[in-house]
């Protein structure tokens, strides 16, 4: 059932703490951990603690949960301080964008110089 967890899903493993990760806000909804392969000085993920396999069946189902991350987002950027400098929120949508794990994640990523457009 959609936001439901999956058994085979890796983020949702971090969800429940079977998969540890450096996890750096927590609310009834969310969890942020940082990138385990971060690509700039701030990379950050935040997940919906439901299940929906990207941003768009997220935003389908539950609006207001796709706020809770975003709200999440500008939280991470201004505890680690990038929120001045400018941060990029990033939702990889599909394979062929670079999407690798299909339970829906932000990427906040900020504290160097972002490319516009990005590759
Ligand atoms: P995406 O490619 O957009 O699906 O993003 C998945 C992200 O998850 C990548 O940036 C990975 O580096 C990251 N990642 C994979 N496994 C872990 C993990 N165990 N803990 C933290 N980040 C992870
Ligand atoms: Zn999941």
């Excluded at 936001?3 to 703490?17: M, N, R, T, Y």
């Excluded at 207001?64 to 201004?78: I, K, N, P, S």
């Amino acid at each position: 059932m959609a936001g439901e967890p999956q058994a085979d899903c890796l983020f949702c493993k971090i969800v429940s703490g079977e998969v540890p990760a450096t996890v750096v806000r927590e609310t009834e909804t969310t969890v942020a951990f940082r990138d385990i392969n971060p690509q700039a000085p701030t990379h950050v993920l935040v997940i919906p603690k439901a299940h929906y396999k990207d941003a768009a069946a997220l935003a389908a189902a539950s609006p207001e949960l796709l706020a809770d991350v975003l709200r999440e987002a500008a939280e991470v950027a201004a505890e680690d301080k990038v929120d001045a400098t400018g941060y990029r929120i990033v939702f990889n949508t599909g394979s062929g964008a670079g999407q690798t794990v299909f339970h829906a994640h932000a990427h906040v990523l900020g504290g160097r110089g972002l490319q516009w457009p990005p590759g």
